[in-house]
């Protein structure tokens, strides 16, 4: 006995059934890659007394430069490197507004001015490593994001020693971050900026790899 052709209207709704089966999978993998973000994310300095050559701070938050230059007063590296700071900006005045003494620091501080972003900042800080000769450094971030960071790190300087300082902004309630909107909407914001690096770094080993 022949089958009955299907109607427009079953087709309609095994479509939708598809659909909506295909979206809740979608929908849990992207959870499930969120929760494993948050747990990326430190909750403190894994790594508190190894020394490193350099000291390098990320600007774009509150606490990191105050940190890099105390690693660096501390012996924690010999050199800070400030990355992404603003044109003009000279390293007096980074001293002056973090209220360290320029004559004990200033010999040992660069600032690099060509970072806009993350991808920048790992570039910039690459090119002064090879410079300098230098192999391990400590970066110096916010908590929420140390994980995208080292993952743009990783992707410009595979060799490099890299020890994770984060910093943690009163403001970015990590623990709790599905009960605050602007944590919550920073850590998803954080999370697909992360996906895009991660995806990015792939698709240059594959290429790297497959290349003759």
């Known amino acids: 006995m022949a089958r009955r052709p299907l109607t427009r209207r079953r087709r309609n709704r095994r479509f939708a059934a598809a659909f909506f089966f295909l979206?809740?999978?979608a929908a849990s993998i992207?959870?499930?890659?969120?929760?494993?973000?948050?747990n990326l994310i430190p909750r403190?300095?894994?790594d508190a007394e190894s020394a490193t050559d350099a000291v390098v701070v990320l600007t774009g938050g509150s606490m990191r430069l105050e940190t890099g230059l105390k690693l660096l007063q501390d012996g924690y590296?010999?050199?800070l490197f400030i990355?992404?700071?603003h044109r003009g900006v000279e390293v007096n005045e980074l001293l002056k507004v973090s209220r360290r003494s320029s004559e004990e620091l200033d010999c040992c501080v660069t600032l690099g001015y060509s970072a806009d972003n993350t991808v920048g900042n790992a570039r910039e800080?690459?090119?002064w490593?090879?410079?300098e000769g230098f192999h391990s450094l400590r970066l110096v971030t916010a908590s929420y994001h140390m994980p995208r960071s080292v993952e743009e790190f990783r992707a410009v300087s595979p060799d490099l020693v890299i020890f994770d300082h984060p910093v943690f902004p009163s403001h970015v309630k990590t623990d709790d971050w599905w009960r605050w909107?602007?944590?919550?909407t920073l850590i998803i914001g954080e999370y697909h900026k992360f996906l895009i690096a991660r995806a990015r770094r792939t698709l240059d080993q594959v290429g790297g790899g497959l290349s003759i």
């Open 129 to 131: 490593m090879r410079e």
């Open 181 to 184: 909107p602007g944590t919550t």
């Open 125 to 127: 800080t690459a090119i």
């Open 44 to 46: 403190d300095v894994a």
């Open 30 to 38: 992207w959870v499930i890659g969120l929760v494993k973000f948050v």
């Open 83 to 85: 990355s992404g700071v």
């Open 23 to 25: 979206s809740l999978v």
């Open 77 to 79: 590296g010999r050199k």
